[in-house]
């Protein structure tokens, strides 16, 4: 079955700490992943997408990685900010039908 | 428009009545999606759109629900008889090329927060 997991469900950190997220999946065939911030009351924003031949990715101070043998993915933070509080979305797309599955986010929150 | 909007931000309706949400997409984005969101959860797909067509329709969960594109930009999600259970944010998203594109990038509305009482 085509599943997305992740964890925590939710983390509290202090501003300028860093944080990792974990996502495991169960999708097959893997086509691509992806994380998507999203703030209350918006819709999700893409941050990173990766193939199966990609190892890791960066964007600004999110890094995310991926490991295609053991199917986790994980999002790196570095010195979080305020605005950082968010939902992070792992998102899998499934290559025979296209269609991304998604996880049930992280709610991340940092604290002054 | 810069981005994905969305009409209305926000839905209060009564249980059996009708309602439709609208989703303007970035223009030039030939595919368009449309999700539900449950309080907690991450979206679930409802229906993906091709230009005019939808190629996509297996998430809708009922035939309460349909959607249109009838001219390949705006769409609209429509919902008969609505149940309290169909209460959520339903997120419009578009891109580039859709399925189509290996890499192509959903971008996602604001979202229209529907509450049946």
Redesign the interface.
Known sequence: KNQVEQSPQSLIILEGKNCTLQCNYTVSPFSNLRWYKQDTGRGPVSLTIMTFSENTKSNGRYTATLDADTKQSSLHITASQLSDSASYICVVSNYNTDKLIFGTGTRLQVFP | GAG?SQTPSNKVTEKGKYVELRCDPISGHTALYW?RQSL??????LIYFQGTGAA?DSGLPNDRFFAVRPEGSVSTLKIQRTERGDSAVY???SSLEG?AG??D???????TRLTVL
Do not use: I, K, N
Not at chain 2, 40 to 45: I, L, M, T
Not at chain 2, 105 to 111: L, R, V
């Open positions: 994905v999700y907690g959860q991450g979206p679930e797909f996509d997120l419009c998203a399925a290996e890499f990038t959903q971008y996602f509305g604001p979202g």
